[in-house]
């Protein structure tokens, strides 16, 4: 049978339009700063690898996490300790041996940091830089996709989608690997919505609000932005955690880009053309 | 010869040569001059953002039980100079700060006379920019009043703090300008904590400059000199760690 209303919708196979150039342009913006943001940020981390609750913390205090070295019978190990647990983190964090084959003891390895060798300042310089492109990024691309509709008609999840049995469905298609096809893929799951809503309105405010808190300049005009999360301290374990955040982001966003297709998924994201997959046969 | 390939070996050996390609590519690119000064120009709209959002903001203070239990102390400890151990020993009785440079009445103070002027005191968050945190009590004269008393000349911008330490062989100094110098909380602390200063904490006189990270509250201060510029004053950028580290100037991020 052939329904008369799906001749008019975009089918299965065809190229349509998926991605605006704004969405294009801060995607791949966001893709190489975050790195940067990231790499710079493990090597502020390594100036002092303790993080603490409330407003003050220094090696006197109590540290929640801690990332360290340290003599175990006859050997050395590196360690990372979370609420006084500890893991044997030798080779990785903590002690690890550098390019020149120089062992190491400071918490994340060269590879995972900029610059790739111990500069607090230089890993500042970065990391400060580029916060401003961060920041004026999510900031235009907030105002853009309030006025374009790309929040109304993409991102906000309909009172039917939040019901428990659709969030369930999704779920489940999803752990299935049954990405939906044909018009239907034109539009975000709401797994998919949550995500993307996740990042946008949580994780990167947070990531810009938390790092606005540890400027002893910017905490003088705006205590408040330090008192929410509790003092600077607070802000600056937030920021860590945040981070981590977005890096699981990241993972689970390459990983269902490699699922769904990722020659497709890639073009749509260069060009903004994406080509509908084809309706399973029953 | 054995040959074994360990699980932990490959994701390292993986990572690694990721690494390799990745990483030397941008410390490659910061050597590039246009790219260095175009990320380290960051530093000027940070400090130009903040006096126009809080020119004349207070840093927060603290109560009494907010304080850090204990106060880490940081960069020199000690200082080797022998007149200065001697004031040491002696409790700075014989000490005194000189102010001058572009200044109409060049001054000198005992320590006595620093305590004399009208005081200030503040409990409030000292910042490393290493990361940590501590919150202790300053006391000590506003710098202000005692560059009202020298009378600054209408040439001077940059107020320098000569320290009496090396710090890896090197003197310290820091530097400010004028809206730091005149703020409210900026203060010359003699006493930490309701005591005189300890040695590790700058003993007997050290800059407290709120909203800026640690490094620029110089300790074992010993001589203020206006500037009109920072230029030819050591390494010319206006600190020891701007001169020696790539650090910023202006350190209030």
């Known amino acids: 049978m052939i329904d008369p209303a799906a001749s008019s919708a975009p089918q299965g196979g065809e190229l349509v339009r998926r991605h605006r150039w704004p969405t294009r342009l801060w995607h791949w913006t966001n893709a190489v700063t975050l790195l940067v943001m990231l790499m710079s940020g493990l090597m502020i981390f390594n100036a002092h690898p303790r993080l603490y609750w409330g407003e003050y913390g220094a090696n006197y205090d109590k540290a929640w996490l801690k990332v360290g ?30 390019a020149d084959g120089k062992v190491q003891r400071r918490a994340f390895p060269y590879w995972a940091t900029i610059p790739s060798r111990y500069s607090l300042a230089i890993g500042r310089i ?7 492109v961060l920041a004026a990024g ?53 797994l998919q919505k949550l995500a993307y809503a996740g990042v946008l309105f949580g994780l ?16 003088a005009w705006a205590p408040l932005v330090t008192e929410v999360f509790g003092g600077r301290q607070s802000a600056r374990s937030v920021h860590f955690i945040c981070a981590w955040g977005l890096v699981g982001f990241f993972v689970l966003h390459i990983v269902m880009v490699v699922l769904a297709g990722p020659l497709n998924e890639v073009r749509s994201m260069v060009t903004g053309w994406y080509r509908l997959p084809r309706e399973r046969r029953p | 010869m054995t040959l074994i390939v360990s ?86 009785a014989n000490w005194s700060l000189m102010l001058g440079g572009l200044v109409e009445h060049p001054l000198t103070l005992s320590l006595q ?13 000292h910042d490393c920019v290493e990361g940590w945190s501590a919150i202790g009590q300053w006391q000590g004269p506003r710098l202000g009043l005692l560059l009202d008393m020298a009378r ?27 809206v730091d110098a005149f703020h409210p909380q900026t203060i010359l602390a003699w006493a930490m904590n309701g005591k005189p200063l300890e040695e590790a904490h700058g003993a007997p006189l050290r800059l407290r400059v709120e909203r800026q990270l640690g490094y620029k509250h110089a300790k074992f201060v010993a001589r203020i000199e206006a500037v009109a510029s920072l230029e030819g004053i050591h390494g010319g950028k206006g600190g020891y760690w701007e001169d020696n580290g790539a650090y910023a100037w202006y350190a209030g991020i």
């Open chain 2, 152 to 178: 600054l000349r209408p040439e001077a911008r940059y107020l320098v703090f000569h320290c009496a330490d090396l710090y890896h062989g090197r003197p310290y100094y820091e530097s400010i300008d004028l």
């Open chain 2, 7 to 92: 699980r932990r070996g490959l994701i390292r050996a993986g990572a690694a040569g990721a690494g390799s390609l990745l990483l030397p590519g941008c410390d490659r690119l910061f050597d590039n001059a246009t790219f260095r000064e175009t990320l380290e120009s960051g530093e000027n709209l940070h400090r130009v953002t903040q006096r126009v959002l809080g020119r004349n903001a207070l840093a927060r203070e603290y109560r009494e039980a907010d304080m850090s239990p204990a106060f880490r102390a940081n960069g020199s400890r000690e200082v080797t100079d022998p007149a200065y151990r001697q004031h040491l020993a002696q409790g700075f």
């Open chain 1, 204 to 219: 990167l405010p947070m990531m810009i609000l938390t790092g606005l808190a540890m400027s002893p300049g910017t905490d």
């Open chain 1, 69 to 98: 070295s340290a003599r175990s019978g006859g050997g050395e190990q590196g360690y990372i300790e979370i609420a006084g647990h500890r893991w044997d983190t030798t080779g990785t964090l903590g002690l690890w041996t550098d």
């Open chain 2, 113 to 125: 006379a620093l305590r004399d002027l009208p005081q200030r005191r503040q409990i409030t968050r």
């Open chain 1, 138 to 190: 999510l900031l235009l691309y907030l105002a853009w996709s309030l006025v374009a509709g790309h929040i109304r008609r993409d991102i906000h999840i309909t009172r039917a989608e939040w019901r428990p049995s659709h969030l369930w469905h999704d779920i489940r298609e999803h752990a299935r690997l049954r990405f939906p096809t044909g018009a239907s893929a034109l539009r975000y799951s709401v």
């Open chain 1, 126 to 132: 970065w990391h400060l830089a580029f916060a401003w």
